[in-house]
């Protein structure tokens, strides 16, 4: 993850499935603002608190150029292309403009990815 998108890199034969990973990560993103907006995730309402929020620019612009490096224009709309024997997924980031914490969020961007994208895929 960085700032404004996250992108994730994997092997063809990876168990779960590109768009199931984008969802993990859509989920991800949405959670990990809420982390950033509220302080914590231990309410529920915290979760979704990000809901209507809208993605940043500069993840939209990051998900543009990756597009024209790998060669695919719809890479910017869907988020899931190739490259080099590589399934690519990334999905631009909401940004919260004052965060109460930022304590955590990689690990809660890649835990609540990973768990989003099981769940999509059983």
């Given amino acids: 993850h960085m700032f404004g998108l996250y992108l994730t890199l994997q092997d063809k034969d990876f168990p779960v499935v590109p768009k199931q990973n984008r969802n993990g990560m859509c989920l991800a993103a949405m959670v990990a603002a809420g982390k950033a907006g509220t302080g914590h995730l231990n ?31 719809d890479f910017a709309l869907a988020g899931i292309g190739s490259y080099s024997g590589f399934d690519v997924i990334a999905v631009p980031t909401i940004l919260v403009e004052k965060p109460v914490t930022l304590v955590g969020m990689g690990d809660t961007i890649s835990s609540v990815s990973f768990i989003g994208a099981l769940k999509a895929a059983g």
């Fill in 43 to 73: 309410q529920k309402e915290n979760l979704m608190w990000a809901k209507g929020h809208k993605v940043c620019d500069c993840g939209l612009d990051c998900l543009r150029k990756i597009a024209a490096v790998i060669g695919d224009d």
